[in-house]
């Protein structure tokens, strides 16, 4: 059965004991159309999974197409709605995905909401594989009492308010009191600490929006502390640089043990703002102000460590303490949503069940990214963990576990779309959206001020 697979499979049309008879080849291949040849591949996402992943089939098959999707009007996920708008050089990977788009045999699909619009279902039957990386877009509750009072949010959704995401755009944190307390710390919580305390000016030249910036500068936010449950042997932030963790552990204990010089003292005396970590501390509830109307602290369990490497616990010494503050934000981890009632998911892991990337019980289907292995990792943990499921997808493609027979690709998802009222947004669309962002910023200096209304984007594009 293998050696009579289609040349574009991996291997030739004809048994591999002797060579094709002469003139055959060409005749051969004038007989397979296009579309006969064409590997067609479906990409759920186009954050960093999505992109990296659609970049590998691309590169190992000459012969594959891919249709990324995402449910945003705009492509690029975390790396436009999650990088903190004073790390710019992070953002330079969008250069390379605005490379993959552009390849004759990709494509963007934005405004289509794949569960809604289209199911995977119908994605699966157009195509020969369907891979599923559409990222953590919710956040994990903290499941304590006064979690739901206002004065309280996640600092996913405070994140995707500076950053444009338009689904946040309509958030109002309340920066009136003086402290404010971020439960958490990891990459996340950092980058909330560092832009709430950030003077507005400094932000001035960045994509942080219009509607953030305007909030940020009225802000009374003083003093910002940094909760967690653990120690700083366990602190879950990362360094820039690939150094051990002992490196980052130096510096902490450096910072908190050593007195400063008289430069640093004087320094840190005439600091308009501070911010500190806070260990060994386990929120327990959200305190109400007298009128219960809005938080006004949180109560704290001291916490101390049992057992040794990862089998390490914080528990609770049952000492408490309360910290007051005017907002509380929760940064205990994002976590992935099922996308589909066809696909298997592990609500308690907040991820789609797989075994490198090949979803469990389903052929054909496969994910990358967080909603693969979880919210954890920098771009470059995406980038090989989706290299890997490509790689998974290929052997199966060779391993003849995929359909073998022509599929249509985008042109059968069109005609379901066009006929539910839904308009694409194509990767030429988004690069009109991005000319107009970056012309609004020219005007104050920002590299692009952000469009945060998804209505305003396809008005402009004339949907």
């Known amino acids: 059965m293998a050696s009579r697979c289609w040349r574009w499979w991996g291997w030739s049309a004809w048994p591999r004991t002797r060579p094709p008879p002469a003139g055959s080849t060409p005749s051969f291949r004038h007989h397979l159309s296009t579309q006969e040849k064409t590997l067609q591949i479906c990409v759920v996402g186009s954050g960093p999974a999505g992109f990296y992943t659609a970049q590998h089939l691309l590169k190992q098959h000459p012969q594959a197409h891919v249709d990324i999707y995402e449910k945003q009007p705009v492509p690029f996920g975390l790396v436009r709605f999650g990088v903190a708008p004073d790390h710019p050089e992070v953002k330079n990977v969008i250069n390379t995905f605005t490379q993959t788009a552009h390849s004759g045999r990709c494509a963007f699909w934005g405004n289509v909401e794949v569960g809604r619009d289209v199911t995977v279902p119908e994605l699966r039957e157009a195509y020969h594989a369907v891979v599923l990386s559409y990222g953590a877009e919710d956040h994990r509750a903290l499941e304590i009492p006064g979690e739901e009072l206002p004065g309280v949010?996640?600092?996913?959704?405070?994140?995707?308010?500076?950053?444009?995401?338009?689904?946040?755009?309509?958030?109002?944190?309340?920066?009136?009191?003086?402290?404010?307390?971020?439960?958490?710390?990891?990459?996340?919580?950092?980058d909330v600490a560092r832009i709430l305390l950030t003077p507005p000016e400094h932000l001035e030249r960045t994509d942080i929006t219009k509607a953030a910036l305007g909030v940020l500068r009225q802000s009374r936010v003083k003093t910002v502390w940094l909760v967690g449950r653990r120690g700083p042997l366990q602190v879950a932030f990362t360094i820039k640089v690939p150094r051990p963790r002992k490196r980052l552990t130096e510096l902490l204990l450096r910072t908190a043990t050593e007195k400063p010089g008289p430069e640093e003292a004087a320094r840190r005396a005439s600091a308009s703002r501070a911010w500190g970590l806070r260990f060994f501390r386990s929120p327990q509830q959200v305190l109400p102000s007298p009128d219960g109307r809005r938080a006004a602290g949180v109560r704290l369990a001291v916490t101390r460590l049992e057992g040794v490497?990862?089998?390490?616990?914080?528990?609770?010494?049952?000492?408490?303490?309360?910290?007051?503050?005017?907002?509380?934000?929760?940064?205990?981890?994002?976590?992935?949503?099922?996308?589909?009632?066809?696909?298997?998911?592990?609500?308690?892991?907040?991820?789609?069940?797989?075994?490198?990337?090949?979803?469990?019980?389903?052929?054909?289907?496969?994910?990358?990214?967080?909603?693969?292995?979880g919210p954890t990792g920098v771009i470059a943990t995406t980038m090989t963990d989706s290299f890997l499921t490509g790689q998974m997808l290929l052997q199966d493609l060779k391993a003849g576990l995929l359909p073998s027979g022509?599929?249509?690709?985008?042109?059968?998802?069109?005609?379901?779309?066009?006929s539910r009222g839904v308009r694409p947004v194509s990767f030429s669309d988004w690069e009109k959206l991005d000319a107009e962002e970056v012309a609004r910023g020219q005007g104050t200096g920002k590299p692009r001020e952000k469009l945060v209304d998804p209505q305003e984007m396809l008005r402009l594009l004339g949907h």
């Open 153 to 190: 949010c996640s600092a996913r959704a405070f994140v995707g308010w500076y950053n444009g995401l338009p689904e946040n755009r309509e958030l109002e944190p309340d920066l009136s009191g003086d402290t404010a307390v971020i439960l958490g710390q990891g990459n996340v919580a950092l």
């Open 309 to 373: 490497g990862e089998a390490t616990r914080a528990v609770p010494t049952g000492d408490m303490e309360d910290l007051p503050c005017g907002l509380v934000l929760s940064s205990v981890g994002y976590k992935s949503r099922p996308v589909d009632p066809s696909v298997p998911f592990d609500s308690k892991l907040g991820v789609i069940p797989n075994v490198e990337g090949r979803v469990m019980d389903v052929p054909g289907l496969y994910c990358s990214g967080w909603v693969k292995r």
């Open 406 to 418: 022509p599929r249509p690709g985008y042109a059968a998802i069109q005609a379901l779309l066009s």
